[in-house]
């Protein structure tokens, strides 16, 4: 089993700037995916920003340019640097990892308020 630990969330004003982390423990059998999906209230869970252990990203529209997904194979650790925050960009952020037998692993989530 894979546990996934995430911390980082809070509350900032906006235009401020927060960095996710989450680091994956337990039996891990070559993780691939490691990505950051967020669920706003009364909204779908939604893809946030998406990484390869190839070193591929990809980013909703909405986070383009602002958000930035990194990981540290090593440490089996995924971070999302979040500049220019927005109101919008209020939600509960998830970090997913998908192993080498496509397995699904979810963390347990860390708020993150935006205020206008």
């Known amino acids: 089993q894979v546990q996934l630990v995430e911390s980082g969330g809070g509350l900032v004003q906006a235009g401020g700037s927060l960095r996710l982390s989450c680091a994956a423990s337990?039996?891990?059998?070559?993780?691939?995916?490691m990505d950051w999906y967020r669920q706003a209230p009364g909204k779908q869970r939604e893809l946030v920003a998406a990484?390869?252990?190839?070193?591929?990203?990809n980013y909703a529209d909405s986070v383009k340019g602002r958000f930035t997904i990194s990981r540290d194979n090593a440490k089996n650790t995924v971070y999302l640097q979040m500049n220019s925050l927005k109101p919008e960009d209020t939600a509960v952020y998830y970090c997913?990892?998908?192993?080498?037998?496509?397995?699904?692993?979810w963390g347990q989530g860390t708020q993150v308020t935006v205020s206008s």
């Open positions: 337990g039996i891990i059998f070559s993780i691939n995916a």
């Open positions: 997913n990892a998908v192993d080498a037998l496509y397995s699904w692993y």
């Open positions: 990484s390869t252990s190839g070193g591929s990203t």
